[in-house]
């Protein structure tokens, strides 16, 4: 099981993301809770990045949205650093 590690920018964009899209929560909920038990679970299709970003990887939450991703997967250890659309 993977430990999640929540920092005060992320938990602030989360915020604002939830904030303008409230009926994403229980998808956003079950993303997390998922990524935790299972972050190689293929209904997250976790992916690394390409280009200034590819030190990151990212996990849907659906088809528009995902959770970008810090992922030292040697300890087990997920930071999510940002949240939003594809773009």
Do not use: C, W
């Not at 996990?59 to 940002?82: A, G, H, M, Q, T």
Request: aromatic share 8%.
């Amino acid at each position: 099981m993977s430990k999640i590690i929540y920092t005060e920018s992320y938990i602030k964009r989360a915020i604002k993301f939830l904030k303008k899209h409230p009926d994403l929560e229980k998808q956003y909920e079950k993303t997390l809770k998922l990524l935790e038990i299972n972050p190689h679970h293929p209904s997250l299709r976790l992916h690394q990045l390409k280009g200034k970003l590819s030190n990151l990887y990212s996990v849907s939450i659906n088809l528009s949205y995902r959770i970008k991703l810090d992922f030292i997967i040697e300890d087990e250890i997920i930071i999510p650093i940002d949240v939003g659309n594809h773009e």
